[in-house]
């Protein structure tokens, strides 16, 4: 027989107190509780009717997360700088003298005073090195959007761990109010018998004691309630102290134990597509370099103009020149060469970095599969037998009490024994639930 009706068979005897004790789902009646301990101090708690299922926290997180904002700019700044790649130098223009004579020297001819010169220089890039750099600019971008996403998979993780310590935090105040419910019968049964000789008055005092114990774990368990809701009101870029509530129905998904591939980790995670991406850039840095054996032009025009005017009947002079570099001499390739062997030396090291990374997380995956099926046998064995067995010890000691065949410290034990177990599987379920949340760190889901 469930301890329920076995309690509620003792409420007759409690006709002659006022307050009416309740067992129903929900708080303790506060006039009760202020009676048994007066000098308690029940915070201030707001329970709004808003409710926050973890979608809508994730998304919020998504939408709203400063620490998720520079990932665009710095993707946008890199597109930016990639069209810069397109520009020419600016031209160069010069003013100066040609074939003049120095000064305080004796000119005997008139078209011996030389010409004043006007020059205009321009640069023309060779198209495929704008076309490498930009392409390579370009990756940077795609590099900068995949590190957003582990920022993102690290942020979602930190508030499902929030949420999930919230769930058991608000079973833990499910139990405790039961319990405190349980030990103003007790109390108030042992102020009704002390009068008759039918108990002590250690046992008065004993059932008190237990009850400023309960407030205790009360205020705890609010204070960290209010700590995680703090904690994903910051997440989510709301004021901390706006108060909202979680959806207590939702149950995480037990995770499947088939053990992903190595490919499809790499498929999933992001810290794994970032270094894809960082190898892509690293190619096309490659290419950037490899251009750079490409000649880069320059066109020159000078025009001349002579100091001794028309009537010597010197002509004006002008001159073009076109010139084209040689990068391929051994002096000036040295440099893009030692970059390029150098690129592909850091590719390759990635390369092994990635993979180790791969293994890695496939281990760690596996490990946590074993975790999270042994503890969910532990919690089945809590849910099924250890609980169900010690709440029967406590109603036989209750209906044992009842019929004045047993000691108000024989009941208390036996509550205090069911409670401990209780409090123990909520600390494993929330062991449990950030199993799931790491195993769902890794894979990304």
């Given at each position: 027989?469930s301890?329920r009706?076995?309690?509620k068979r003792?409420?007759p005897?409690?006709i002659?107190?006022?307050?009416h004790?309740?067992?129903?789902?929900g708080?303790p009646?506060r006039r009760?509780?202020?009676a048994?301990?007066p000098d308690?101090?029940?915070p201030?708690?707001?329970?709004?009717?808003?409710?926050?299922?973890?979608?809508?926290v994730?998304a919020?997180?998504d939408?709203?997360?400063?620490?998720?904002k520079?990932?665009?700019?710095?993707?946008?700044a890199?597109?930016?700088y990639?069209?810069g790649?397109?520009?020419?130098?600016?031209p160069?223009?010069?003013?100066g003298t040609?074939?003049?004579p120095y000064p305080?020297?004796?000119v005997?001819?008139e078209?011996?005073r030389?010409?004043g010169?006007?020059?205009?220089?321009?640069d023309?890039?060779?198209?495929?090195?704008?076309r490498a750099t930009r392409i390579?600019q370009q990756?940077?971008a795609?590099?900068?959007q995949?590190g957003r996403?582990?920022?993102?998979?690290?942020?979602?993780a930190?508030?499902?761990q929030?949420?999930?310590?919230?769930?058991?935090?608000?079973k833990?105040?499910?139990?405790?109010?039961?319990?405190?419910r349980?030990?103003?019968l007790?109390?108030?049964?042992a102020?009704?018998?002390?009068?008759?000789?039918?108990?002590s008055?250690?046992n008065?005092?004993k059932?008190?004691?237990?009850l400023?114990e309960?407030d205790?774990?009360?205020?705890?368990t609010?204070?960290?309630i209010a700590?995680?809701?703090?904690?994903?009101n910051?997440?989510?870029?709301?004021?901390?102290?706006e108060?909202?509530?979680?959806?207590?129905t939702?149950?995480p998904?037990?995770?499947t134990?088939?053990?992903p591939?190595?490919?499809e980790i790499g498929s999933v995670r992001s810290?794994?597509r970032r270094?894809d991406?960082?190898i892509l850039s690293?190619q096309?840095?490659?290419?950037?370099q490899?251009?750079?054996a490409?000649?880069?032009?320059?066109?020159?025009?000078?025009h001349?103009q002579p100091?001794s005017?028309?009537?010597?009947?010197?002509?004006t002079q002008?001159?073009l020149m076109?010139?084209?570099s040689?990068p391929?001499?051994?002096w000036?390739?040295?440099m893009?060469?030692a970059?390029i062997?150098?690129?592909?030396l850091?590719?390759?090291?990635?390369r092994?970095?990635?993979?180790?990374m791969l293994?890695e997380?496939?281990?760690?995956?596996a490990?946590?599969?074993?975790?999270?099926?042994?503890?969910?046998t532990q919690?089945d064995?809590y849910?099924?037998?250890?609980?169900?067995t010690l709440?029967k010890?406590?109603?036989t000691?209750l209906?044992?009490?009842?019929q004045?065949k047993?000691?108000?410290?024989m009941?208390?034990?036996?509550?205090?024994?069911?409670?401990?177990?209780?409090?123990?599987?909520?600390t494993r379920?929330?062991?449990?639930y950030?199993?799931?949340v790491?195993?769902?760190?890794?894979l990304?889901k």
């Amino acid at each position: 027989m469930s301890w329920r009706p076995r309690t509620k068979r003792l409420l007759p005897a409690l006709i002659c107190l006022t307050t009416h004790i309740g067992f129903g789902q929900g708080l303790p009646d506060r006039r009760s509780a202020d009676a048994v301990t007066p000098d308690r101090v029940t915070p201030d708690r707001v329970t709004p009717d808003r409710v926050f299922p973890l979608d809508s926290v994730l998304a919020r997180i998504d939408q709203n997360n400063p620490l998720l904002k520079p990932f665009g700019s710095r993707a946008a700044a890199a597109r930016a700088y990639a069209e810069g790649a397109r520009s020419w130098m600016a031209p160069m223009v010069g003013v100066g003298t040609f074939m003049a004579p120095y000064p305080m020297q004796m000119v005997m001819d008139e078209r011996d005073r030389g010409y004043g010169m006007i020059s205009v220089e321009q640069d023309i890039p060779n198209p495929a090195k704008q076309r490498a750099t930009r392409i390579f600019q370009q990756s940077k971008a795609d590099v900068e959007q995949a590190g957003r996403g582990v920022t993102l998979n690290r942020l979602r993780a930190d508030a499902k761990q929030l949420y999930f310590d919230w769930l058991v935090l608000e079973k833990r105040r499910g139990v405790l109010a039961e319990n405190r419910r349980i030990l103003q019968l007790m109390k108030r049964l042992a102020d009704i018998r002390y009068p008759y000789q039918q108990g002590s008055l250690s046992n008065v005092y004993k059932a008190e004691g237990r009850l400023y114990e309960l407030d205790n774990m009360v205020t705890m368990t609010d204070a960290e309630i209010a700590r995680k809701q703090i904690g994903l009101n910051t997440l989510m870029n709301r004021p901390t102290n706006e108060a909202f509530r979680i959806d207590t129905t939702y149950r995480p998904a037990a995770p499947t134990q088939v053990l992903p591939t190595t490919d499809e980790i790499g498929s999933v995670r992001s810290d794994i597509r970032r270094m894809d991406r960082k190898i892509l850039s690293m190619q096309a840095g490659i290419e950037a370099q490899k251009a750079q054996a490409r000649p880069d032009f320059r066109l020159r025009f000078d025009h001349m103009q002579p100091f001794s005017g028309v009537k010597s009947m010197m002509p004006t002079q002008f001159t073009l020149m076109g010139m084209i570099s040689i990068p391929i001499v051994p002096w000036a390739s040295q440099m893009y060469k030692a970059e390029i062997k150098g690129m592909q030396l850091d590719i390759e090291a990635m390369r092994y970095e990635r993979e180790g990374m791969l293994v890695e997380t496939q281990g760690m995956v596996a490990q946590m599969l074993t975790d999270i099926k042994t503890m969910r046998t532990q919690l089945d064995n809590y849910e099924r037998r250890v609980i169900p067995t010690l709440r029967k010890n406590y109603d036989t000691q209750l209906i044992a009490y009842e019929q004045n065949k047993g000691e108000l410290p024989m009941v208390i034990d036996a509550w205090e024994t069911l409670n401990m177990t209780q409090m123990d599987y909520l600390t494993r379920l929330g062991d449990y639930y950030r199993m799931i949340v790491s195993y769902e760190r890794e894979l990304e889901k």
